[in-house]
């Protein structure tokens, strides 16, 4: 009796896991935590480096929350072509472990539970703010353009570009040119992060007459577009530092290298646009340059920085004057 009543809560504990883990598959939790990297680097140069903990921590909850939403939405929406395509047949929906419906509700009440924490614990500016993103996701990228042009990803990139908005807006209640030049450099990032990746993946999306860049364009194109976007998203990087002003020289050594690095890949991608390991190469590195660059705007901010650099500068200045004194 007892080993019975044992099984019986052991396999409610074992259904409940598996629900659990397929609306969590449900969101694409792997991409969130870059796009709350970028709200938190956009976070703290906005406070100037002094971040509210509480704030930070409601705002990219409340981000975690939208982004979760619209990748849900978009899983409900492109259930046809994710059920045809190799690399997405296992998602919770085409493998029918998640109703529609039931997919539905659960991304509305993660919308709902974002703009409420938004509006209630940040401000009114960033809950619209997340609620367009969604709505940008989901009718602008995955409606209107997704199946229709190879533009798709660079229009459609807008949304990706929302949350650093998100985070700058829930700190200052308004939005600067600071804020839309890290709208841009997502927004230009997002090609040579994406086609990167669509470039191995072609097949899969050419099967369901997606028509990524690398499908209908070829190899060619595709990896000259990836270097010019690249051109674009090193000197955009810098402008933070002038004429902005934001950042200091501690991000420009970061963006400098990270730059230089992301510029070579491109290039030698371009000049071997059939070679699928630098592709690979590409994507993969694209992500860690958004994480490392974000990670040193967030270094760049912090007072303790300022002091150093502050207390170097002082020491050369020493050092130079008595250099000149000698000679
Ligand atoms: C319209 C714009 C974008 C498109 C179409 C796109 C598309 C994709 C796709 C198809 C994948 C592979 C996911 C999978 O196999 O399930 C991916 C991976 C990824 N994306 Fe993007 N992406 C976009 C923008 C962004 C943005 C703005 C970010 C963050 C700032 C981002 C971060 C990532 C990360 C971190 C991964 C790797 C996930 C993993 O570890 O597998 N993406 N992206
Ligand atoms: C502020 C806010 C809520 C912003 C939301 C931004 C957001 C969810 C960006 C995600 C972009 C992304 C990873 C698209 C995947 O493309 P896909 O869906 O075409 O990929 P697939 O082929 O893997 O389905």
């Known amino acids: 009796m007892q ?18 883990r397929n609306y969590y598959q449900l ?24 971040i509210d903990p509480i704030l930070l921590l409601v705002t990219l909850t409340g981000g975690t929350l939208a982004a979760a939403s619209a990748q849900t939405l978009n899983c409900i929406y492109d259930l046809d072509i994710d059920y045809a395509m190799i690399r997405t047949r296992k998602r919770p929906l085409p493998s029918g472990k998640v109703q529609p419906r039931h997919a539905l509700i659960f991304a509305l009440i993660l919308a709902g539970l974002s703009f409420g924490l938004l509006t209630r614990f940040a401000n009114l500016q960033a809950a619209l703010l997340a609620m367009m993103g969604i709505v940008f996701y989901m009718v602008v990228y995955t409606h209107m353009l997704k199946r229709n042009t190879p533009q798709n990803i660079v229009i459609g990139g807008a949304a990706g ?37 669509a470039l191995m993946i072609r097949e899969d999306y050419a099967s369901v007459n997606v028509p990524m860049l690398p499908v209908v364009e070829g190899e060619e194109v595709t990896t000259e577009q990836i270097w010019i976007y690249s051109l674009l998203v090193v ?3 810098l402008m933070l530092i002038y004429p902005l002003g934001v950042c ?9 290298v990270l730059g230089g690095i992301f510029l ?3 290039w030698v991608l371009y000049q071997n ?15 860690l340059y958004m994480m490392v660059l974000c990670t040193g705007m967030v270094i ?3 007072p303790m920085t300022h002091q150093m650099v502050q207390a170097c500068t002082g020491h050369l200045e020493t050092l130079m004057g008595m250099v000149l004194s000698m000679s």
Do not use: C, N
């Not at 080993?3 to 659990?20: F, N």
């Not at 700058?168 to 990746?197: D, K, N, Q, R």
């Not at 646009?273 to 992500?287: C, Q, R, T």
């Open 161 to 197: 570009s929302i949350p650093p908005l998100v985070g700058w807006a829930a700190v200052t209640g308004e939005l600067s040119w600071a804020a839309w030049l890290l709208f841009a450099l997502i927004f230009l990032w997002t090609p040579p992060h994406f086609w990167a990746l």
């Open 300 to 302: 760049d901010s912090l």
């Open 248 to 256: 200091g020289a501690v991000y420009g050594g970061f963006a400098l």
């Open 3 to 20: 080993d019975t009543a044992r099984l019986s809560i052991s396999s409610v504990q074992h259904a409940l896991l598996e629900t659990w």
């Open 235 to 237: 000197p955009v990087s």
């Open 264 to 266: 070579q890949k491109a």
């Open 273 to 287: 646009p059939k070679d699928l390991p630098l592709a690979k190469s590409m994507f993969k590195y694209s992500i």
């Open 27 to 50: 969101t694409k939790p792997r991409i969130i935590p870059l796009l709350l990297i970028t709200t938190a680097a956009s976070m703290w140069i906005a406070s100037e480096g002094k």
